[in-house]
């Protein structure tokens, strides 16, 4: 079954910095790879996605980069704030009219000083 | 409003003392799935069903059964719970992809289950 590996586990960033985190996977027939974002006490929520289609997307201050070859993507986020503190998670997915399984990877706390 | 509701938030119960975890999603999709999160762990699938009467094993299944005789709903079963089963539980709705349309996972707002 797909693997999926994050890392890193925790990131501390000053406010304004960039934070990037970087993911995994194994199974070449994944095609859809979304970013979970979880604030304290609260559900996973999507921030964004990317398919297999296409190398790089972008929203706002975020952006999502993959890596078809090497079986890798990452999650980058520029001028960072307080509030994009929270735990994220990377995912990954191979959509068939079956369903959409998806592996998880183990998370990123991320901390934005001030 | 979308949405994907879990009941209870939070439940304390006794080792062997059967409970239940329901779901319900109002957005007619057609995958569900149950996860558990434990500490350096991440989200693991527990079981999912991809439309009426249609369940099957994720990844750690034990101690665990589900059923979906509804398309909203989706329960999560203990029948003999044990302090191992103790994490944080989410259920997730999506709709089953269709040449990667659509496919955005929905969660609840989950379950701090503590087995004692």
């Known amino acids: 079954g797909e693997n999926v590996e994050q890392h890193p586990s925790t990131l501390s960033v000053q406010e304004g910095d960039s934070a990037v985190i970087k993911c995994t996977y194994s199974?070449?027939?994944?095609?859809?790879f979304p970013w979970y974002k979880q604030e304290l006490g609260k559900r996973p929520q999507l921030i964004i996605d990317?398919?297999?289609?296409?190398g790089e997307k972008k929203d706002q201050r975020i952006a999502v980069t993959l890596n078809k070859t090497a079986k890798h993507f990452s999650l980058h986020i520029t001028e960072t704030q307080p509030e994009d503190s929270a735990v994220y998670f990377c995912?990954?997915?191979?959509?068939?009219?079956?369903?959409?399984?998806?592996?998880f990877g183990t998370g990123t706390q991320l901390k934005v000083e001030l | 409003e979308a949405q994907v509701t879990q009941n209870p938030r939070y439940l304390i119960t006794v080792t062997g003392k059967k409970l239940t975890v329901t779901c319900s999603q109002n957005?007619?999709?057609?995958?569900m799935s149950w996860y558990r999160q434990d500490p350096g762990l991440g989200l693991r699938q527990i079981y999912y069903?991809?439309?009426?009467?249609?369940?099957d094993k994720g990844d750690v299944p034990e101690g665990y059964k589900v059923s979906r005789k509804e398309k909203r709903n989706f329960p999560l079963i203990l029948e003999s719970p044990s302090p191992n089963q103790t994490s944080l539980y989410f259920c997730?709705?999506?709709?089953?992809?269709?040449?990667?349309?659509?496919?955005?996972?929905?969660f609840g707002q989950g379950t701090r289950l503590t087995v004692v």
């Open positions: 199974d070449s027939a994944s095609n859809y």
């Open positions: 990317i398919r297999s289609n296409v």
């Open positions: 995912a990954a997915c191979m959509v068939t009219g079956g369903g959409n399984k998806l592996t």
């Open positions: 069903s991809m439309n009426v009467e249609v369940t």
């Open positions: 997730a709705s999506s709709f089953r992809g269709r040449g990667a349309m659509n496919t955005e996972a929905f």
């Open positions: 957005m007619n999709h057609e995958y």
